[in-house]
């Protein structure tokens, strides 16, 4: 075999590091939808930041090819009576509803199969959601769930697999009576008016940035209005959820979150709940055991706080932990926490539906991401790292110092560490033959990040590339 010849087999899907029979489904997609972490998108329509970012209908396009299970709208009154999508009340320009949905019915099931949920941030008036649910019936057609699945009587949430193939839209509902004799759920005729972000950015948390004051207190985006920052709380408007946008609110239920005793006592099998992500923090701290319990029996969601106007992102990880089913980061940033995106979601054929461990589905688990040193049996998990190939090298330069990083990311006593650094070498083929060796407690969270950075001493460190893979779909050898 020639030289040429041995690289191209090295480099073939034969000695890929990932796992083949993880690049197909074959995870159970039997069980309820809470079983299962979801890949989430937060301001899906936004290609940059908060404030000057554009909107752009390839934000969806390229979501739903990575497999994105969960995409957001944030709906406001546009002209002419049509609804649009926009961060509102900043300078992001506006995309028509009617438009996303399109695009949305024609990429919806590219990557995937299994069940895609809009999440709609809904600021419209009555009038425009009927638009709004007229463009959904319309344009989705059989694509759209407006029925229960299976047994109408149920008090489980349908599987992926029952609900292949359906667009499920999670917003509130419409006013509802709870009685023994009247079954869990009775709509009145009429709607109800409802905290406009009950559960979403600037309402949940006193010490959320407002990046405009609203003397205007109307359903408008501010790509229609521009206004100056300001440190200043708006006053909670009231939003009437309209029976047409009501009825196509089958599984995914907005609900505001109170506490988790108050979910435990009243909230229903089809509720979830949407997070900011510093209460959620507050919340995985202070009551661990109380938080895994609660996702184990709803939907929970976990956006990102006011203050990220630059579409930062958050740790999805402490979040993975703890149970949460759908962890919403910016797809457009890169960085640490899409590289873990990208990489828990690339197992189970890229669906976007990725099975909890048992010690996270099980209805009295004991389980504590905190405190599970002595509780669980370490796996040894040993790499080495040999060489790397045609790495690409700055225009100019042939050699540079090389730092090769493995790290481990997973529950707290399993984050790890280990650098490798070299000095002078051939940046294009660089060797490095070192063994490294992990102890890895609870291996159905971890994930292993493989780095490599160049190192020049007049232009700092520049980053050449990443490798995430779930440590159960690492393939030995």
Known sequence: MSYEGFARYMNSSDNHLFRKEHKK???????????????????????????????????????????????????????????????????????????????????????????????????CSPKQQKVMANCLKSILGDLLLTAKVGNPDSEVLPSPEELKFKILIKNKKASQHRGPSQGPERQKQGGESQDENEDEEGTEDEEDPVWTS????????????????????????KITICIELSDLVIYTKSEKFIDFEHSRDHQQYNENNSLEERRAHKLLRRATMEFIHHTNQFLTRIYPAGFRVGSSNYDPQEFWNVGCQMVALNFQTHGVPMDLQNGKFQDNGGCGYILKPDCLRKDLCDFN?????????????????????????????????LKATVEIYGVPCDNAKNEMQIKRTDVFNPSWNTRLTFMVRIPALALVRFRVEEHAHRFGKDFLGQNTIPFTSLSKG
């Open 214 to 237: 609203l003397e205007n207190s109307s359903s408008k985006p501010m790509g229609v209005r521009a206004q100056k920052p300001s440190n200043r709380k708006p006053k909670d408007k």
């Open 25 to 123: 489904v074959y995870q159970d997609m039997s069980l309820p939808l809470t079983e299962y972490f979801i890949s989430s998108s937060h301001n899906t329509y936004l290609m940059g930041d908060q404030i000057f970012g554009q909107s752009h209908m390839f934000g969806y396009i390229r979501a739903l090819k990575e497999g994105c299970r969960c995409v957001e709208l944030d709906c406001w009154d546009g002209p002419h009576g049509e609804p649009v999508v926009c961060h509102g009340y900043t300078f992001t320009n506006m995309l028509l509803f009617r438009d996303i949905i399109g695009t949305i019915s024609v990429h919806a099931f590219e990557a995937s199969p299994f069940p895609l949920i809009l999440s709609l941030e809904n600021h």
């Open 369 to 401: 991401p905190y405190e599970i040193r002595f509780k669980y049996r370490p796996v040894r998990l040993t790499i080495k790292v040999i060489s790397a190939y045609q790495l690409p090298r700055r225009k100019g330069f042939k050699q540079y110092n």
